[in-house]
């Protein structure tokens, strides 16, 4: 059964996008497929794994129905202006509405050049494509708003990275939709308001059917932003690049290209190579937020109505709602790992004092939250006296919760994608060894439930094993 297509997307203006049939691939090969993602958007996961949905999957043949267009967005990269961006190495082949209603975009990334790639190959490599089909996938296992990975397809053609030849392959991403910041920014760039109006129609029907006006559609992208980025937080996810082109509106994660987890603490961590200033560090997540959101802001102004003046205060407003809003939900968060149903401003300086105490002792984020459930916490530390004596205040808070085990155990990960296990995923993956990322994808699947056997995949990295860099891979 072909999958059913209504493409809300490709119905807008001809300027939203460039119509682009993928280049395809010579000679795919079905490297992962997942069947639950299939089965929640209703798609038949047996006609995905045959010829023709491999063909659809590659990029190679669509389906009838299937529109593929390459959209059209700007942004700001590490806070440089670009006016044009666009889907430059990604195709959306349409859109598909679930068995419970909600519609989602189906996009091929690495299926060849479209108008927008300028001067890159429209391609990815198999590193990268496994990597966001791990950790987008350990994401959604995570409860975190998200893009997801339908599938991975080897395309049987080479791509030059770095130098080297590496095996091509295509990620079959979806999406609640591909709407940016970004994609707001260049309708505003080009003065057209009435595409902006139209953008911003769309997105409200789409994602947030009761905002009733332009100024309601900021309030609710704020919030949800406000929500997945102390996500983030709580399980110590670095985006990596959060350009305005790479911050979806519906509020989920989009585009796992230099993204880690924190392995030991630290609130100035990056991993991304080319983030030299730390302007994506972990801590600076929420402000680069609240700085993006302002962007969006900006370009939603000529859509509000009042005086120059009143459309500013108000707009302005929304955007210092956000830190706030961000507070409540990190502090609800962070409260519930260290086994506070209901954390309140009171309990802060605890919060902060352990996680002062992991960054000078370099403990291990993922296994210190987690040790609070088992009693292993004091060993992740270098020092364990520097966890003894945060302990009995800790103790003492937590005489007045009524079950704090088990809200712990609800929002302490036993696993996260941890770099290292990537990385060696893929390093096998290129020698036709698939075994590690299977093995590495069905562990996350299930984060929250201790497995002795997967005891490898829950440990820190040796020293050797440390991944202190990642790459977008572009
Ligand atoms: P990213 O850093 O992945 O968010 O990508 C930023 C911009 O570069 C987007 O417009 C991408 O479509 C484009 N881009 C990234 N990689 C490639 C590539 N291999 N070929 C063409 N365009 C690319
Ligand atoms: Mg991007």
């Known amino acids: 059964m072909t999958p059913r297509f209504d493409n809300s997307y490709a119905r807008l203006p001809e300027r939203f996008f460039a119509r682009q049939t993928p280049e395809g691939a010579p000679a795919p090969r079905l490297i992962a497929l997942n069947r639950p993602l299939a089965v929640r958007l209703g798609l038949d996961a047996d006609w995905l794994a045959g010829p023709e949905g491999l063909a659809m999957l590659s990029g190679s043949a669509l389906p009838e129905g299937a529109e593929p267009i390459a959209q059209a967005y700007a942004g700001h990269q590490f806070g440089g202006w670009v006016p044009t961006l666009g889907d430059g190495r990604a195709v959306l082949i349409g859109e598909v509405v679930a068995p419970d209603g909600a519609r989602f975009d189906l996009q091929l990334k690495g299926a060849g050049q479209t108008v927008f790639s300028r001067r890159g190959d429209g391609r990815a490599w198999l590193g990268p494509v496994l990597r966001e089909y791990v950790v987008s996938e350990a994401m959604a296992a995570l409860g975190v708003p998200t893009t997801r990975a339908l599938a991975a397809v080897a395309t049987g053609t080479r791509v030059v990275r770095d130098g080297f030849a590496r095996p091509g392959a295509v990620l079959t991403r979806v999406a609640a939709s591909h709407i940016r910041v970004g994609t707001f920014q260049f309708f505003a760039a080009r003065g057209d308001d009435n595409g902006l109006r139209t953008l911003a129609n769309h997105v409200i029907s789409r994602h947030y059917p009761e905002a009733e006006s332009a100024l309601d559609l900021l309030r609710a992208v704020t919030a949800a932003q406000a929500r997945l980025i102390a996500q983030w937080m709580s399980f110590g996810f670095i985006h990596g690049v959060m350009n305005t082109d790479n911050m979806a509106v519906s509020g989920e994660t989009i585009d796992y290209g230099p993204c880690a987890f924190l392995d030991a ?9 080319i983030d030299q ?19 969006l802001a900006s370009c939603l102004l000529p859509l509000i109505p009042g005086s120059e003046e009143e459309v500013i205060e108000a707009a302005t407003e929304v955007i210092n709602g956000f830190a706030p809003r961000y507070q409540a939900e990190w502090l609800r968060r962070m409260g519930a790992k260290i086994g506070l149903a209901a954390a309140g401003a009171e309990d802060l300086p605890l919060i902060e004092s352990l996680l002062n105490r992991m960054a000078s002792e370099g403990a291990d984020f993922t296994r210190t939250f987690r040790g609070l459930v088992t009693g292993a916490a004091r060993d992740e530390f270098t020092d364990p006296m520097a966890f003894e004596t945060w302990a009995p205040d800790w103790q003492a808070r937590l005489a007045r919760e009524a079950d704090p085990q088990a809200v712990m155990a609800r929002a302490n990960p036993v696993r996260i994608p941890r770099n290292h296990r990537i990385e060696q995923a893929i390093t096998a993956a290129v020698e036709g060894d698939f075994a590690p990322f299977e093995r590495l994808q069905q562990a996350l699947a299930h984060p929250f439930d201790p497995d002795p056997a997967l005891a490898d995949l829950e440990a820190a990295p040796w020293p050797e094993e440390v991944v202190k860099r990642t790459f977008c891979g572009t």
Do not use: D, E, T
């Open 265 to 273: 603490y630290h609130p100035k961590k990056v991993f991304s190579s």
């Open 277 to 295: 200033f730390g302007r994506y560090a972990y801590a600076m997540q929420p402000q680069i937020a609240a700085w993006n959101l302002a962007q």
